[in-house]
């Protein structure tokens, strides 16, 4: 579906979509919307800028880093941290 995606960008198309895999969103965005939790907006920029800021780090309760893949294109890796409250409980 990514490619169909960039495909139709590539066409001039406009997309909206509704992303909750991160890496994609960061990965094939032009702009990025970052909601929180509740739905609240906390940033709408381009995906550099937002995954530069820290805040998905700071929502999600994660630590995020960007890797190059074998084929020169780059991916993200997010890692629960420690301590951190998930759906009720607590990752150790």
Sequence with gaps: IM???KTL???G???IMTLHD???ALTVSHRVCLMDEKGAVVMAAPPE???QSGEIDRVFGVH???VQLASGEASYVFTLRKGIPVNGGEIG
Excluded: A, C, P, Y
């Design 22 to 24: 991160l890496s994609d």
């Design 13 to 15: 198309k406009t997309i």
């Design 49 to 51: 800028q937002v995954f």
């Design 9 to 11: 960008n590539q066409q």
């Design 3 to 5: 490619e169909l995606v």
């Design 64 to 66: 995020s880093e960007r």
